[in-house]
Each structure stands twice: as structure tokens, then as C-alpha cells.
């Protein structure tokens, strides 16, 4: 079992920045990716981003690149997500995985999600 807890959420500008934070326990966390997906109302949950144990590959849609960073501290268990440059249109609710599998597209499927954090951008 693995248990995902996030925080880092809020309300911030267009243009500004974030960065969300996983703190993950639970037993064999290093047979996961962790990562992040978001879902927005009225939508489907979407992936953002993931990272493998070491920290060497990283994965991220296209949505992200170049504006978000995922990183990993392994020694205090938590994932981040450095947001920045945000926009109205990442506002969402962004959850927290722990995976076997990588994602495809935009589609994730996580054996493990936390409860979620909202991010709201105001134009």
C-alpha cells in the first residue's frame, strides 16, 4: 500500500508560479514512478508529468514541457512539480501517482492516487 499526500495548491496570477509537493509512504516505493496528472471540471484526468526512481527520465505532455519541472528527493520521499509560467488554462485539480506503468499520451493509469490539490490561475 502506498499512501500520496499533496500540497502547494492555491490561487496564483497568470504568469506566476507554483510548486506542488507529494509526500509519499507506504512499502517498496522504488518499484514506482510517481508523478503528477491534472483534471479540470468538467474533464477528463489528464497526465502532466512522472519521474522514475533515480531521477534520470523524466516524462512529461506536451503541455508541460518547457513551463513545468518534476523532480524527486528520494531521501524525504516527496515528489515536486515546479509550475511555471501558468496560465487560466492550467487551472485544475492535480493529483498525485504512483505507477507501474508509463503513460500513453495523455492517458496514465496509476496504482496509487492522492486526494489532490487545486490550483487556480486568475487572468
Known amino acids: 500500500q502506498v499512501q500520496l499526500v499533496e500540497s502547494g495548491g492555491g490561487l496564483v496570477q497568470a504568469g506566476g508560479s507554483l510548486r506542488l509537493s507529494c509526500a509519499a509512504s507506504?512499502?517498496?516505493?522504488?518499484?514506482?514512478?510517481m508523478g503528477w496528472s491534472r483534471q479540470a471540471p468538467g474533464k477528463e484526468r489528464k497526465f502532466i508529468a512522472a519521474?522514475?526512481?533515480?531521477?534520470?527520465?523524466?516524462y512529461y505532455a506536451d503541455s508541460a514541457k518547457g513551463r513545468f519541472t518534476i523532480s524527486r528527493d528520494n531521501t524525504k520521499n516527496t515528489v515536486y512539480l515546479q509550475m511555471n509560467s501558468l496560465t487560466p488554462e492550467d487551472t485544475a485539480i492535480y493529483y498525485c501517482?504512483?505507477?507501474?506503468?508509463?503513460?500513453?499520451?495523455?492517458?496514465?493509469?496509476?496504482?496509487?492516487w492522492g486526494q489532490g490539490t487545486q490550483v487556480t490561475v486568475s487572468s
Open positions: 501517482a504512483a505507477a507501474y506503468s508509463l503513460p500513453t499520451g495523455t492517458s496514465w493509469y496509476a496504482n496509487y
Open positions: 507506504g512499502r517498496t516505493l522504488s518499484n514506482y514512478r
Open positions: 519521474i522514475n526512481w533515480s531521477g534520470r527520465s523524466t
